[in-house]
């Protein structure tokens, strides 16, 4: 079974408080890109679960979240079967675009069909929380959604779901771990109160029926990213890669998730297609993506 496992960007991503299981609760805007990696899925006669991946940035032991989403389908539908899992990544690894949490979703959806067990969405989604904060929105199979709680609470957006916007991508080659810029974010906040007081509150249901009537040009002050300001105090090469993207006459650029792709957006192709070819790439420690919202 050969399956694709898209990546994500955030238009929105807005911090509320800190919790007493350390994680923080969020108020995001999820979008499906057509970028994506591959999964093949194969029954084995044993009970293992191999994972085999050519890239060595991603793990191939219990540690890696497709491991654990067979992991937790085998136990709580007690099956004896084993699975081998061969991932072909394009979606670069640590950089905010969600590529693990994705790849987790399609396994747990991928094995649900290849088992025939006939899990319900809602099925899909519990164990989808166990593995990551990012994994429901996967599964719900939708190009736009409002994540809360640790980002797993997901409202589908249906109101946007004609909407297609194009997007160049910009990933230095960094690899930002997503716990470390949270302690960034706990080290700033205690430092500067005032800031997180005055900090901006912005309504993200203006944002929605913005990107509803395409008012792109419109968005710029809407489209938010909190971490921002702390992964932009730690890597200022990222505050440069925003202004070179906005400069590159695409409507609006912003970080995505915990970083470091920074993408750009446009409704046209063509407008993406001349913003890449203003931007010079060549020699930069970086890779650049066309993508485009699935
Ligand atoms: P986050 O969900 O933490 O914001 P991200 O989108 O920035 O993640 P990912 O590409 O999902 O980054 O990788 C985060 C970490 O997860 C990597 O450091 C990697 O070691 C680990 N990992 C586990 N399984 C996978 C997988 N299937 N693909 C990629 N990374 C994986």
Known sequence: MVLKSYAKLNLYLSIRQKRKDNYHNLDTLFERIDLCDIITLGNRQDSLIRI???????????SNLCYQAARLIQKQCTIKRGVDIRID???PVGSGLGGGSSNAATVLMGLNQLWKLGLPRRTLCNFAKEIGSDVSFFIHNIPFARGRGRGEKIEPLQQLSRLRLWHVLIVPKLHLR????????????KKNKKARLTRQTLNVRILISLLKKEKLRDLTGLLFNELEQVVFLNYPQLRG???LLIHSGL???LMSGSGGTIFGITSSKKEAIAAIK???????PWQIFLTRTI
């Open 251 to 253: 409507d609006v650029a």
């Open 89 to 91: 990544k394009n979606i």
């Open 178 to 189: 997503t716990p470390f810029i949270y302690r960034k974010w706990d080290e700033f906040t």
């Open 241 to 243: 890669i925003k202004e």
């Open 278 to 284: 203003s931007l010079n790439v060549k020699g930069r």
């Open 52 to 62: 085999t991946c050519e890239n060595r940035d991603v793990p191939t032991d219990a």
